[in-house]
Protein backbone atom coordinates (compact mmCIF):
# COMPACT_ATOMS: atom_id res chain seq x y z
CA UNK A 1 0.00 0.00 0.00
CA UNK A 2 2.87 2.35 0.83
CA UNK A 3 4.23 1.34 -2.79
CA UNK A 4 0.88 1.74 -4.33
CA UNK A 5 0.82 5.29 -2.62
CA UNK A 6 4.02 6.80 -3.40
CA UNK A 7 3.59 5.68 -7.15
CA UNK A 8 0.15 6.58 -7.26
CA UNK A 9 0.80 10.00 -6.49
CA UNK A 10 4.33 10.09 -8.58
CA UNK A 11 2.21 9.18 -11.34
CA UNK A 12 -0.64 11.89 -10.64
CA UNK A 13 1.73 14.83 -9.96
CA UNK A 14 5.00 14.36 -11.59
CA UNK A 15 5.35 11.36 -14.12
CA UNK A 16 8.20 12.43 -16.71
CA UNK A 17 9.91 14.30 -13.67
CA UNK A 18 12.49 12.91 -11.83
CA UNK A 19 11.06 13.05 -8.80
CA UNK A 20 7.65 13.73 -7.02
CA UNK A 21 7.27 16.98 -4.61
CA UNK A 22 4.36 15.79 -2.39
CA UNK A 23 3.31 18.81 -0.73
CA UNK A 24 3.13 21.43 -3.61
CA UNK A 25 2.08 18.23 -6.12
CA UNK A 26 4.22 18.61 -8.94
CA UNK A 27 7.25 17.28 -9.99
CA UNK A 28 11.49 17.93 -10.05
CA UNK A 29 13.85 17.51 -12.48
CA UNK A 30 17.22 18.39 -10.72
CA UNK A 31 20.77 18.07 -12.29
CA UNK A 32 22.10 14.81 -11.73
CA UNK A 33 20.73 12.82 -14.77
CA UNK A 34 21.81 15.31 -17.47
CA UNK A 35 18.66 15.81 -19.16
CA UNK A 36 17.43 12.36 -18.16
CA UNK A 37 13.86 12.22 -16.74
CA UNK A 38 11.57 10.22 -15.27
CA UNK A 39 14.43 8.59 -12.35
CA UNK A 40 11.50 7.07 -10.56
CA UNK A 41 9.50 5.30 -13.11
CA UNK A 42 13.19 3.71 -13.81
CA UNK A 43 13.71 3.23 -10.05
CA UNK A 44 10.18 1.99 -9.24
CA UNK A 45 9.86 -0.94 -12.32
CA UNK A 46 11.39 -3.81 -10.22
CA UNK A 47 10.01 -2.91 -7.21
CA UNK A 48 6.38 -2.63 -8.33
CA UNK A 49 7.12 -5.84 -10.64
CA UNK A 50 8.05 -7.75 -7.22
CA UNK A 51 5.19 -6.37 -5.34
CA UNK A 52 2.60 -8.03 -7.81
CA UNK A 53 1.40 -4.02 -8.36
CA UNK A 54 0.49 -5.63 -12.38
CA UNK A 55 -1.59 -2.70 -13.49
CA UNK A 56 1.49 -0.28 -11.87
CA UNK A 57 4.06 -1.70 -13.59
CA UNK A 58 2.51 -1.99 -17.27
CA UNK A 59 1.93 2.06 -16.58
CA UNK A 60 5.78 2.34 -15.57
CA UNK A 61 6.70 0.00 -18.54
CA UNK A 62 4.73 2.03 -20.79
CA UNK A 63 5.98 5.22 -20.19
CA UNK A 64 10.07 3.80 -20.84
CA UNK A 65 8.51 2.46 -23.87
CA UNK A 66 7.17 5.51 -24.95
CA UNK A 67 7.95 8.20 -23.21
CA UNK A 68 11.75 7.88 -22.12
CA UNK A 69 14.24 9.63 -24.28
CA UNK A 70 17.81 8.67 -24.32
CA UNK A 71 18.48 11.58 -26.78
CA UNK A 72 19.28 14.53 -24.63
CA UNK A 73 22.42 16.94 -24.13
CA UNK A 74 23.92 17.39 -20.55
CA UNK A 75 26.20 16.42 -17.82
CA UNK A 76 25.29 13.49 -16.19
CA UNK A 77 26.50 11.83 -12.99
CA UNK A 78 28.18 8.21 -14.18
CA UNK A 79 27.22 6.93 -10.63
CA UNK A 80 23.40 8.35 -10.63
CA UNK A 81 23.23 7.27 -14.08
CA UNK A 82 24.48 3.91 -13.32
CA UNK A 83 23.20 2.65 -10.41
CA UNK A 84 19.70 4.15 -10.71
CA UNK A 85 19.03 4.14 -14.40
CA UNK A 86 20.95 0.93 -15.67
CA UNK A 87 20.72 -0.58 -12.57
CA UNK A 88 16.46 -0.34 -12.66
CA UNK A 89 16.70 -1.27 -16.59
CA UNK A 90 18.68 -4.27 -15.79
CA UNK A 91 17.26 -5.64 -13.26
CA UNK A 92 13.33 -5.00 -15.02
CA UNK A 93 14.77 -6.80 -17.90
CA UNK A 94 15.94 -9.95 -15.77
CA UNK A 95 13.06 -10.20 -14.02
CA UNK A 96 10.91 -9.97 -16.88
CA UNK A 97 12.36 -10.79 -20.27
CA UNK A 98 11.09 -7.99 -21.73
CA UNK A 99 13.42 -6.60 -24.89
CA UNK A 100 12.84 -2.52 -24.23
CA UNK A 101 14.88 -2.85 -20.45
CA UNK A 102 17.62 -4.22 -22.38
CA UNK A 103 18.20 -2.18 -25.72
CA UNK A 104 17.74 0.91 -23.26
CA UNK A 105 20.25 -0.11 -20.71
CA UNK A 106 22.85 -0.66 -23.69
CA UNK A 107 22.07 2.50 -25.04
CA UNK A 108 22.39 3.99 -22.08
CA UNK A 109 25.81 2.18 -20.96
CA UNK A 110 27.49 3.40 -24.45
CA UNK A 111 26.18 7.34 -23.88
CA UNK A 112 28.42 6.81 -20.29
CA UNK A 113 31.51 6.04 -21.55
CA UNK A 114 33.63 9.79 -22.32
CA UNK A 115 33.95 9.85 -18.43
CA UNK A 116 36.46 6.93 -18.50
CA UNK A 117 38.34 9.38 -21.36
CA UNK A 118 41.15 10.01 -18.86
CA UNK A 119 44.84 9.25 -18.67
CA UNK A 120 44.09 6.19 -15.93
CA UNK A 121 41.05 5.40 -17.44
CA UNK A 122 39.48 5.88 -14.19
CA UNK A 123 36.43 7.79 -15.08
CA UNK A 124 35.68 11.20 -13.97
CA UNK A 125 32.29 12.06 -11.60
CA UNK A 126 30.28 13.59 -14.89
CA UNK A 127 30.28 12.64 -18.38
CA UNK A 128 28.40 14.43 -21.49
CA UNK A 129 25.63 12.54 -22.38
CA UNK A 130 26.01 13.72 -26.47
CA UNK A 131 26.01 11.11 -28.53
CA UNK A 132 26.96 11.04 -32.57
CA UNK A 133 25.07 8.95 -34.84
CA UNK A 134 27.73 6.77 -36.50
CA UNK A 135 26.57 5.02 -39.43
CA UNK A 136 27.41 1.07 -39.33
CA UNK A 137 30.69 0.55 -38.61
CA UNK A 138 31.11 -1.13 -34.73
CA UNK A 139 28.81 1.11 -32.75
CA UNK A 140 26.14 3.28 -34.04
CA UNK A 141 26.86 5.60 -31.42
CA UNK A 142 30.03 7.35 -29.95
CA UNK A 143 30.77 10.21 -27.77
CA UNK A 144 30.35 13.43 -29.64
CA UNK A 145 32.58 15.71 -27.16
CA UNK A 146 34.15 13.03 -25.05
CA UNK A 147 33.79 15.44 -22.27
CA UNK A 148 34.18 14.13 -18.80
CA UNK A 149 35.07 16.29 -15.72
CA UNK A 150 35.16 15.93 -11.86
CA UNK A 151 33.11 17.18 -8.93
CA UNK A 152 33.81 20.65 -8.88
CA UNK A 153 33.84 20.82 -4.66
CA UNK A 154 36.31 17.13 -5.04
CA UNK A 155 39.84 18.28 -4.57
CA UNK A 156 42.10 19.05 -7.28
CA UNK A 157 39.62 17.12 -9.76
CA UNK A 158 39.71 14.04 -8.23
CA UNK A 159 37.51 11.34 -8.58
CA UNK A 160 35.42 9.45 -5.54
CA UNK A 161 35.95 6.16 -4.71
CA UNK A 162 32.17 5.36 -4.21
CA UNK A 163 31.39 6.38 -7.67
CA UNK A 164 34.39 4.77 -9.90
CA UNK A 165 34.10 2.19 -7.37
CA UNK A 166 30.91 1.49 -7.60
CA UNK A 167 29.95 0.60 -11.65
CA UNK A 168 31.15 -3.35 -11.33
CA UNK A 169 27.87 -4.73 -11.13
CA UNK A 170 26.08 -3.31 -13.67
CA UNK A 171 29.12 -3.25 -16.18
CA UNK A 172 29.74 -6.42 -16.12
CA UNK A 173 25.85 -7.11 -17.29
CA UNK A 174 26.49 -5.13 -19.88
CA UNK A 175 29.03 -6.63 -21.12
CA UNK A 176 27.05 -10.00 -20.86
CA UNK A 177 24.10 -8.66 -22.48
CA UNK A 178 25.87 -7.13 -25.45
CA UNK A 179 28.77 -9.66 -26.07
CA UNK A 180 30.83 -6.29 -25.75
CA UNK A 181 34.28 -6.84 -23.30
CA UNK A 182 34.58 -3.20 -23.42
CA UNK A 183 32.21 -2.55 -20.52
CA UNK A 184 33.35 -5.03 -18.11
CA UNK A 185 37.11 -3.47 -19.29
CA UNK A 186 35.96 -0.28 -18.25
CA UNK A 187 34.85 -0.73 -14.98
CA UNK A 188 37.80 -3.44 -13.92
CA UNK A 189 40.68 -0.64 -14.72
CA UNK A 190 39.63 0.23 -11.15
CA UNK A 191 40.97 -2.81 -9.23
CA UNK A 192 43.93 -2.89 -11.51
CA UNK A 193 44.88 0.64 -10.55
CA UNK A 194 43.97 0.24 -6.81
CA UNK A 195 45.56 -2.82 -6.10
CA UNK A 196 48.84 -1.08 -7.21
CA UNK A 197 48.59 1.73 -5.31
CA UNK A 198 50.17 2.24 -1.67
CA UNK A 199 47.21 2.14 0.58
CA UNK A 200 47.91 4.54 4.35
CA UNK A 201 47.01 1.58 6.83
CA UNK A 202 45.47 -0.66 4.66
CA UNK A 203 43.21 1.37 4.21
CA UNK A 204 41.34 3.29 0.93
CA UNK A 205 41.01 7.02 0.66
CA UNK A 206 38.16 8.81 -0.86
CA UNK A 207 39.92 10.58 -3.54
CA UNK A 208 42.31 9.09 -6.14
CA UNK A 209 43.34 11.81 -9.29
CA UNK A 210 42.24 9.87 -12.74
CA UNK A 211 45.16 11.64 -13.99
CA UNK A 212 48.10 9.85 -11.89
CA UNK A 213 46.06 6.93 -10.05
CA UNK A 214 47.46 8.54 -6.70
CA UNK A 215 45.25 9.23 -3.63
CA UNK A 216 44.55 12.98 -3.27
CA UNK A 217 43.30 13.16 0.17
CA UNK A 218 43.05 10.90 3.47
CA UNK A 219 40.17 10.80 4.50
CA UNK A 220 38.38 6.92 4.75
CA UNK A 221 34.42 6.62 5.36
CA UNK A 222 32.59 3.66 4.92
CA UNK A 223 30.28 5.85 4.89
CA UNK A 224 29.52 8.93 2.57
CA UNK A 225 32.06 9.03 -0.32
CA UNK A 226 33.54 5.58 0.48
CA UNK A 227 30.24 3.23 1.06
CA UNK A 228 29.34 1.40 -2.29
CA UNK A 229 32.82 0.97 -3.23
CA UNK A 230 33.47 -1.56 -0.28
CA UNK A 231 29.91 -3.29 -0.97
CA UNK A 232 30.72 -3.65 -4.76
CA UNK A 233 34.05 -5.36 -3.96
CA UNK A 234 31.99 -8.42 -1.55
CA UNK A 235 28.92 -8.21 -4.58
CA UNK A 236 31.13 -8.68 -7.31
CA UNK A 237 32.85 -11.65 -5.69
CA UNK A 238 29.01 -13.00 -5.23
CA UNK A 239 27.84 -11.76 -8.81
CA UNK A 240 30.94 -13.60 -10.64
CA UNK A 241 29.37 -16.92 -8.63
CA UNK A 242 32.75 -16.77 -6.27
CA UNK A 243 34.61 -16.50 -9.18
CA UNK A 244 36.34 -13.21 -8.96
CA UNK A 245 39.21 -13.66 -6.48
CA UNK A 246 40.62 -10.53 -6.80
CA UNK A 247 37.14 -8.77 -5.60
CA UNK A 248 36.78 -11.26 -2.32
CA UNK A 249 40.51 -10.34 -1.20
CA UNK A 250 40.48 -6.89 -1.99
CA UNK A 251 37.29 -7.03 0.56
CA UNK A 252 38.55 -9.16 2.85
CA UNK A 253 41.92 -6.75 3.43
CA UNK A 254 39.92 -3.68 3.26
CA UNK A 255 37.63 -5.10 6.01
CA UNK A 256 40.49 -6.27 7.92
CA UNK A 257 42.28 -2.43 7.87
CA UNK A 258 38.20 -1.08 8.75
CA UNK A 259 37.95 -3.22 11.86
CA UNK A 260 41.69 -2.59 13.37
CA UNK A 261 41.57 1.15 12.52
CA UNK A 262 38.19 2.35 12.21
CA UNK A 263 35.89 0.44 14.13
CA UNK A 264 35.39 1.71 17.42
CA UNK A 265 33.30 0.93 20.71
CA UNK A 266 31.31 3.75 22.71
CA UNK A 267 31.13 4.28 26.51
CA UNK A 268 28.08 2.87 26.20
CA UNK A 269 28.84 0.04 24.52
CA UNK A 270 27.54 0.65 20.97
CA UNK A 271 29.79 -0.51 18.16
CA UNK A 272 30.23 1.94 14.95
CA UNK A 273 32.62 2.78 12.41
CA UNK A 274 34.57 6.11 12.68
CA UNK A 275 35.83 8.25 9.79
CA UNK A 276 39.52 8.38 9.25
CA UNK A 277 41.39 11.84 8.13
CA UNK A 278 44.78 11.46 7.52
CA UNK A 279 45.19 9.09 11.14
CA UNK A 280 43.17 11.21 13.20
CA UNK A 281 39.68 9.85 14.24
CA UNK A 282 36.33 11.57 13.26
CA UNK A 283 33.83 9.64 16.13
CA UNK A 284 30.83 10.31 13.83
CA UNK A 285 29.03 7.54 11.78
CA UNK A 286 26.63 8.59 8.49
CA UNK A 287 23.18 7.21 8.37
CA UNK A 288 24.59 6.01 4.88
CA UNK A 289 27.42 4.27 6.85
CA UNK A 290 24.53 1.95 8.09
CA UNK A 291 24.38 -0.42 5.01
CA UNK A 292 27.48 -1.71 6.29
CA UNK A 293 25.66 -4.17 9.33
CA UNK A 294 23.87 -5.92 6.17
CA UNK A 295 27.34 -5.70 4.10
CA UNK A 296 29.49 -7.36 6.81
CA UNK A 297 26.53 -10.35 7.29
CA UNK A 298 26.70 -10.94 3.68
CA UNK A 299 30.12 -11.23 3.18
CA UNK A 300 30.58 -13.23 6.64
CA UNK A 301 29.21 -16.54 5.47
CA UNK A 302 32.09 -16.53 3.19
CA UNK A 303 34.88 -15.54 5.68
CA UNK A 304 37.88 -17.67 6.28
CA UNK A 305 37.68 -20.39 9.13
CA UNK A 306 36.61 -18.85 12.35
CA UNK A 307 35.78 -15.70 11.21
CA UNK A 308 32.35 -16.18 10.33
CA UNK A 309 30.74 -16.14 13.96
CA UNK A 310 33.07 -12.86 14.79
CA UNK A 311 31.65 -10.93 11.40
CA UNK A 312 28.15 -11.85 12.47
CA UNK A 313 28.63 -10.26 15.58
CA UNK A 314 30.16 -7.52 14.03
CA UNK A 315 27.15 -6.61 11.46
CA UNK A 316 24.61 -7.72 14.12
CA UNK A 317 26.38 -4.65 16.62
CA UNK A 318 26.35 -1.90 14.08
CA UNK A 319 22.83 -3.05 13.45
CA UNK A 320 21.80 -2.79 16.63
CA UNK A 321 23.77 0.91 16.63
CA UNK A 322 22.07 1.97 13.65
CA UNK A 323 18.39 0.76 15.12
CA UNK A 324 19.73 2.87 18.18
CA UNK A 325 19.88 6.17 16.20
CA UNK A 326 16.35 5.56 15.03
CA UNK A 327 15.27 4.39 18.79
CA UNK A 328 16.85 7.39 20.06
CA UNK A 329 15.39 10.11 18.07
CA UNK A 330 11.12 11.56 18.28
CA UNK A 331 10.05 10.01 15.26
CA UNK A 332 12.03 6.70 15.51
CA UNK A 333 13.55 7.53 12.48
CA UNK A 334 17.42 8.20 12.33
CA UNK A 335 19.26 11.43 11.64
CA UNK A 336 21.32 11.89 8.33
CA UNK A 337 24.79 11.51 10.81
CA UNK A 338 25.09 10.78 14.40
CA UNK A 339 28.01 11.09 16.94
CA UNK A 340 29.76 9.72 19.60
CA UNK A 341 31.56 12.18 21.37
CA UNK A 342 30.88 15.23 23.68
CA UNK A 343 28.84 12.76 26.13
CA UNK A 344 26.18 11.94 22.96
CA UNK A 345 25.76 8.48 21.50
CA UNK A 346 24.47 7.65 18.48
CA UNK A 347 22.39 10.61 17.85
CA UNK A 348 23.18 13.96 15.72
CA UNK A 349 24.54 16.82 17.54
CA UNK A 350 24.59 19.62 14.98
CA UNK A 351 21.42 20.97 13.11
CA UNK A 352 22.42 20.45 9.90
CA UNK A 353 22.46 16.58 10.54
CA UNK A 354 19.09 16.24 11.83
CA UNK A 355 17.28 15.40 8.83
CA UNK A 356 16.26 12.14 7.17
CA UNK A 357 15.49 12.08 3.64
CA UNK A 358 14.10 8.52 3.32
CA UNK A 359 17.16 6.96 3.18
CA UNK A 360 17.17 2.78 3.19
CA UNK A 361 20.66 1.77 4.51
CA UNK A 362 18.80 1.23 7.85
CA UNK A 363 16.17 -1.30 6.83
CA UNK A 364 18.81 -2.87 4.23
CA UNK A 365 20.63 -3.58 6.91
CA UNK A 366 17.64 -5.33 9.15
CA UNK A 367 16.80 -7.24 5.72
CA UNK A 368 19.88 -8.79 5.56
CA UNK A 369 20.60 -9.64 8.53
CA UNK A 370 16.90 -11.12 8.91
CA UNK A 371 17.52 -12.97 6.11
CA UNK A 372 20.93 -14.28 7.26
CA UNK A 373 20.05 -14.92 11.12
CA UNK A 374 16.21 -14.85 11.32
CA UNK A 375 16.22 -13.14 14.63
CA UNK A 376 12.71 -12.19 14.58
CA UNK A 377 13.70 -8.87 16.10
CA UNK A 378 14.97 -7.07 12.75
CA UNK A 379 11.46 -7.81 11.66
CA UNK A 380 9.56 -5.94 15.07
CA UNK A 381 12.64 -2.43 14.06
CA UNK A 382 10.97 -2.67 10.14
CA UNK A 383 7.86 -2.29 11.86
CA UNK A 384 8.97 0.20 13.81
CA UNK A 385 10.96 2.26 10.61
CA UNK A 386 7.21 1.48 8.82
CA UNK A 387 4.95 2.80 11.52
CA UNK A 388 7.22 5.95 11.69
CA UNK A 389 7.23 6.36 8.17
CA UNK A 390 3.09 6.66 8.17
CA UNK A 391 3.43 8.99 10.90
CA UNK A 392 5.89 11.48 10.20
CA UNK A 393 6.55 11.22 6.28
CA UNK A 394 3.34 10.36 4.63
CA UNK A 395 1.48 13.24 3.50
CA UNK A 396 -1.24 14.32 1.35
CA UNK A 397 0.06 13.17 -1.75
CA UNK A 398 3.13 10.87 -1.13
CA UNK A 399 6.19 10.44 0.96
CA UNK A 400 8.54 13.37 2.20
CA UNK A 401 12.21 13.21 3.92
CA UNK A 402 11.53 15.46 7.32
CA UNK A 403 14.03 18.03 8.01
CA UNK A 404 14.55 17.13 12.17
CA UNK A 405 14.15 13.38 13.55
CA UNK A 406 14.07 15.04 16.69
CA UNK A 407 10.90 17.04 17.08
CA UNK A 408 7.04 15.16 17.03
CA UNK A 409 5.80 17.94 14.85
CA UNK A 410 9.00 17.82 11.85
CA UNK A 411 8.89 20.36 8.85
CA UNK A 412 9.01 17.94 5.52
CA UNK A 413 11.17 18.52 2.68
CA UNK A 414 8.76 18.47 -0.23
CA UNK A 415 10.92 15.55 -1.34
CA UNK A 416 9.97 11.98 -2.50
CA UNK A 417 13.31 10.15 -3.44
CA UNK A 418 13.39 7.94 -6.24
CA UNK A 419 15.38 5.75 -3.99
CA UNK A 420 12.44 5.43 -1.82
CA UNK A 421 10.35 3.62 -3.95
CA UNK A 422 13.71 1.52 -5.35
CA UNK A 423 14.87 0.90 -2.00
CA UNK A 424 13.67 1.69 1.11
CA UNK A 425 10.11 0.01 0.08
CA UNK A 426 11.81 -2.86 -1.19
CA UNK A 427 14.02 -3.69 1.81
CA UNK A 428 10.84 -3.34 3.88
CA UNK A 429 9.20 -5.72 1.17
CA UNK A 430 12.02 -8.22 1.26
CA UNK A 431 12.41 -8.35 4.99
CA UNK A 432 8.51 -9.56 5.57
CA UNK A 433 8.71 -12.22 2.30
CA UNK A 434 9.47 -15.91 2.28
CA UNK A 435 13.29 -15.80 2.18
CA UNK A 436 13.14 -17.56 -1.90
CA UNK A 437 11.50 -13.98 -3.04
CA UNK A 438 14.91 -12.82 -4.75
CA UNK A 439 16.83 -15.44 -2.40
CA UNK A 440 20.85 -14.13 -1.90
CA UNK A 441 22.04 -16.74 -3.39
CA UNK A 442 20.53 -15.83 -7.25
CA UNK A 443 20.76 -12.48 -7.26
CA UNK A 444 22.75 -9.25 -5.72
CA UNK A 445 21.59 -5.89 -5.00
CA UNK A 446 23.18 -3.05 -6.96
CA UNK A 447 23.60 -0.25 -4.22
CA UNK A 448 20.24 0.73 -5.53
CA UNK A 449 18.59 -2.04 -4.59
CA UNK A 450 18.06 -3.06 -8.17
CA UNK A 451 18.37 -7.01 -8.58
CA UNK A 452 21.11 -8.54 -10.57
CA UNK A 453 21.25 -11.97 -11.12
CA UNK A 454 24.59 -14.58 -10.04
CA UNK A 455 26.02 -15.35 -12.76
CA UNK A 456 25.54 -19.06 -12.44
CA UNK A 457 26.36 -20.57 -15.99
CA UNK A 458 23.49 -19.17 -18.34
CA UNK A 459 22.05 -17.40 -15.39
CA UNK A 460 19.77 -19.75 -14.38
CA UNK A 461 18.24 -17.19 -11.89
CA UNK A 462 16.42 -15.57 -14.06
CA UNK A 463 14.97 -18.81 -15.49
CA UNK A 464 13.84 -19.91 -11.87
CA UNK A 465 12.43 -16.43 -11.00
CA UNK A 466 10.24 -16.65 -13.95
C1 LIG B 1 21.15 5.61 -2.91
O1 LIG B 1 21.05 6.32 -4.09
C2 LIG B 1 22.20 4.54 -2.99
O2 LIG B 1 21.97 3.62 -1.97
C3 LIG B 1 23.59 5.07 -2.87
O3 LIG B 1 24.56 4.07 -2.81
C4 LIG B 1 23.76 5.94 -1.68
N1 LIG B 1 22.62 6.63 -1.23
C5 LIG B 1 21.33 6.56 -1.77
C6 LIG B 1 20.27 6.37 -0.73
O4 LIG B 1 20.52 6.85 0.52
Known amino acids: QMMKFAWDNYKQYALGKNELRPLTKNGHIGNMFGGLRGATVVDALDTLYIMELEEEFQEAKKWVE ?16 NIRY ?16 KSKALELGEKLLPAFNTPTGIPRGWSDLRLCLLGNEGSLFSPCSGMSWSWGWASAGSSILAEFGTLHLEFLHLSELSGNPMFAEKASTSHLILNRVEKPQGLYPNFLSPVTGNWVQHHVSIGGLGDSFYEYLIKSWLMSDKKDSEAKKMYDDALEAIEKHLVKKS ?9 WRGGVLDHKMGHLACFSGGMIALGAEHAGEGRKQHYMDLAAEITNTCHESYARSDTKLGPEAFRFDTGTEAMATR ?82 CEDDVLSLDDWVFNTEAHPLPVNHTNFKAKASVQ
Open 66 to 81: KSFDLNVNGEASLFEV
Open 86 to 101: IGGLLAAYYLTGEEVF
Open 267 to 275: AGGLTYIAE
Open 351 to 432: LSERYYILRPEVVESYMYMWRLTHDPKYRQWGWEAVKALEKHCRVEAGFSGIRDVYTTTPTHDNMQQSFFLAETLKYLYLLF
